[in-house]
């Protein structure tokens, strides 16, 4: 189980980064977008590499404009 944006997630312990936007509806060009695993950054690059471990804490954070 994961924490995907504070909500726990079951069955996608492995799952790479790429695959837990997807399932957030986040399309993998989409731009202004960041994702930390257990507080580190992950470039982009890495998103369809970087795999997440059992009981890490994914946060995916899009920029909006406006004020």
Excluded: F
């Excluded at 189980?1 to 726990?8: C, F, S």
């Excluded at 837990?20 to 950054?41: H, P, T």
Aim: proline share 3%; no cysteine; aromatic share 2%.
């Amino acid at each position: 189980m994961i924490r995907l944006n504070g909500t726990q997630v079951e069955g996608r312990d492995g799952a790479t980064v790429g695959d837990l936007l997807a399932d957030l509806g986040v399309e993998s060009q989409a731009r202004g977008v960041a994702v930390a695993v257990d507080g580190e950054i992950i470039p982009r690059s890495e998103w369809g590499s970087h795999t997440v471990p059992a009981g890490a804490s994914v946060e995916a954070v899009t920029a909006v404009q406006g004020g």
